[in-house]
């Protein structure tokens, strides 16, 4: 119950990206245990092993081959198993109707990418926080909406 | 020959532990849930005779008293924003003196333990209300922004779409049709 560390898990398929990303988590204070998948049907197939480790916060790059962050979310969001994961999207567009379509689909967090690596440290660790809160102190999920 | 056994975890865990809190002479009561309410003071050689025996069983005692401490000061800032009589109370003040520490011991302690500061911990907390508020109650955004003792809507709105970077209309809209999706299924 009382873990120390949070487990993400980031899908993208730039292999730099998911380098960048595993990078900014190992500078935090939180402990984080950090996984990448390539690309959806990777993700997919790893969480819908009944006995995957489940994290606490899901990472969606929007533009994916294959499967991309939208249709993983709409699978995941079908799945009562999945409830407690938080999911982030990242993504290039911040049109406000695209954010909110996004939100109501049910994604937690909208992530504009950022462009360097000092930002992406910040939006992270802000994610990670702000989670460890809804984590620790029992906060309601599903009102969870966080645009970055 | 094999024998095959069949054991209830709770009643090995109460058992050992009634056996050892009597073997050193420990007034106590077992409240459930991991608590044990010791009725005496336990001097500290007890204590750590105590620690030891319980560990060869995989019991361990929970010393983290900073941990404690840091759930009395968040059930304090949740008590403090949900009263209407306390809103006006200064926080500092107020932490200090429920808890029985300086605001700078609460303050550090805080920050240590949950990765946010109690400032930062109280504006979550309030959007959070604010929040419940706005999907659940007939308030409008006026009526929760004076409940929660911010100056204006404005004020409320600023600190919401800072906190959670969409607006407090837009969250009312995300959330009102997530609902209307899900009762369609």
Redesign the interface.
């Known amino acids: 119950m009382d873990k120390d560390y949070i487990h993400i898990i980031l899908a993208d398929d730039d292999e730099d990206d998911r380098m960048l990303f595993t990078d900014a988590f190992e500078e935090m204070k939180i402990n984080t245990k950090v996984n990448t998948f390539n690309d959806g049907v990777e993700l997919m197939d790893y969480l819908n092993n009944p006995n995957a480790v489940l994290p606490n916060v899901l990472f969606l790059d929007l533009n994916m081959p294959k499967k991309n962050g939208i249709e993983c979310l709409n699978e995941i969001k079908k799945d009562d198993r999945f409830n407690d994961i938080a999911i982030a999207i990242f993504s290039t567009s911040s049109s406000e109707e695209h954010i909110e379509e996004t939100f109501v689909l049910g994604a937690n967090i909208y992530i504009k990418k950022p462009s360097d690596f000092t930002t992406l440290k910040k939006v992270l660790s802000d994610v990670v926080t702000i989670n460890w809160q809804y984590y620790t102190s029992g906060l309601n999920r599903d009102n969870f909406l966080l645009r970055l | 020959m094999k024998i095959f056994i069949k054991f209830d975890f709770n009643t090995v865990c109460r058992k050992v532990l009634e056996e050892k809190l009597i073997k050193h002479n420990i007034k106590y009561r077992i409240l459930g849930f991991g608590e044990v309410d010791v009725l005496e003071r336990i001097p500290s050689s007890v204590l750590s005779a105590l620690t030891e025996e319980l560990k060869e069983y995989g019991i361990d005692i929970i010393e983290n008293q900073k941990s404690v401490l840091v759930q009395k000061i968040?059930d304090a800032i949740i008590e403090m924003i949900h009263s209407p009589e306390l809103v006006n109370v200064k926080s500092s003040v107020y932490l200090a003196e429920k808890l029985s520490h300086s605001y700078g011991y609460l303050s550090n302690l805080f920050s240590d333990i949950?990765?946010?500061s109690i400032e930062n911990?109280i504006i979550?907390?309030k959007i959070?209300y604010a929040?419940?508020l706005i999907?659940s109650s007939d308030l409008s955004l006026t009526e929760i922004a004076f409940q929660l003792n911010y100056s204006s809507v404005a004020h409320l709105s600023t600190q919401f779409k800072n906190v959670?970077?969409?607006t407090p209309s837009?969250?009312q809209?995300?959330?009102t049709?997530?609902r209307e999706?899900a009762t369609k299924k």
């Open positions: 968040k949950t990765y946010t911990y979550l907390q959070e929040k419940q999907v959670t970077g969409i837009a969250f809209r995300i959330i049709k997530r999706i």
